[in-house]
């Protein structure tokens, strides 16, 4: 039976905090290949506060958030050389998607083409840069494919590749819908806080509205905080968590949601972003700015795009026939995934 590493040598450490989707992301793989072959996540010493410990290979470093460039570059470099040296050469090594010109450098000087190694790539922005594009001329021979979530990001990097989203669907049996009644907001924006999701446009556009809004997620450095908050101070239903969000915390959240907002703008319109599926995946329609990203909210009827969220009737839609239609809609988008599952399955070389 094919071993399977999931690996995340950067390993981000914000003050004892997974930053990112790194965790989610691997917790999904788990269920994905788990009942196939022999499954492990490796990651840095934060991982082993989230996985049991027969599931890792823990590497010895973390990436720094805010510490000094080189010393993070050298930490990938020794998780890099941990995690090569602990594999065998039938191994299926994945490696997540972070700091994608640091871990291709890093590759370069310690990967040696002992095992199958693939790559997650959610955006061809990386091909844009002149020097990364040399780096894949050199790593190519060693790099047998990349999961990407389109065909734009897959051709750019020039190597064999598999479409499929972020997160694999795998159902839950435990998992129970609220019903539109049961909800405690009407909308919600929920994630990293960054200028691109456009959350400070969507707190103006609840400034005068009659309905309730919960924004939840930890602001990025260069977001105006302060703006936000004075924001939502004109108006008692919004309501404003900034901080980081437990995996608890996020999920229940998104299930006390009757809509998720995504109001992306700037690299979000072209990039994949995993809050969308950890929203549709709880049963949560979507509203959204008309972008490529969130075509296929649409295209499946579940949910709701506009081009400029000033002028989107938010009342027109929180109607309970016309939120359980979107509700349906996700549910028959769901069952598309046992051919995303077997697809990734048989594209890195596991029998199901």
Not at 60 to 82: C, I
Not at 316 to 332: E, G, R, Y
Request: charged fraction near 25%.
């Amino acid at each position: 039976m094919a071993r399977v590493i999931l690996a995340d040598l950067k390993s981000a450490d914000a003050n004892g905090i997974c930053v990112g989707h790194y965790f989610a992301l691997a917790s999904n793989y788990d269920q994905v290949f788990s009942p196939h072959c022999d499954f492990k996540i490796s990651g840095g010493p934060l991982y082993e506060k989230q996985f049991k410990k027969e599931s890792l290979i823990v590497l010895p470093h973390s990436f720094v958030e805010g510490d000094n460039k080189l010393k993070n570059f050298f930490r990938m470099l020794f998780n890099a050389k941990k995690l090569f040296s602990s594999i065998d050469k039938d191994d299926v090594v994945i490696i997540q998607d972070s700091q994608p010109a640091m871990i291709l450098f890093v590759l370069l000087l310690t990967y040696f083409g002992k095992a199958n190694l693939f790559q997650i790539h959610y955006s061809e922005g990386p091909m844009r840069r002149w020097y990364f594009r040399a780096m894949m001329k050199f790593a190519r021979r060693n790099i047998k494919g990349v999961l990407c979530p389109n065909e734009n990001v897959g051709k750019a990097y020039a190597v064999p590749y598999i479409c499929v989203p972020d997160y694999i669907y795998v159902e839950q049996k435990s998992f129970s819908k609220k019903q539109y009644a049961e909800k405690k907001f009407d909308f919600m924006s929920i994630g990293r806080i960054v200028n691109d999701k456009g959350i400070l446009e969507t707190a103006k556009a609840f400034v005068n509205s009659p309905h309730s809004l919960l924004i939840a997620g930890k602001p990025d450095e260069n977001f105006d905080v302060k703006q936000l908050v004075m924001t939502a101070k004109k108006n008692k239903k919004i309501s404003v968590f900034l901080d980081y969000l437990s995996e608890s915390d996020f999920k229940c959240y998104i299930e006390e949601s009757r809509y998720c907002i995504l109001n992306y703008q700037g690299s979000y319109v072209e990039r994949s972003s995993g809050v969308v599926l950890d929203t549709l995946f709880k049963g949560v329609p979507i509203v959204g700015r008309r972008c490529r990203a969130l075509q296929f909210i649409e295209d499946y009827g579940m949910g709701f795009l506009y081009d400029d969220i000033n002028d989107f009737d938010f009342s027109k839609i929180l109607d309970p026939i016309i939120w359980q239609k979107c509700v349906d809609a996700i549910d028959v988008y769901k069952k598309q995934f046992e051919e995303y599952n077997k697809s990734l399955l048989n594209f890195v070389g596991v029998k199901n």
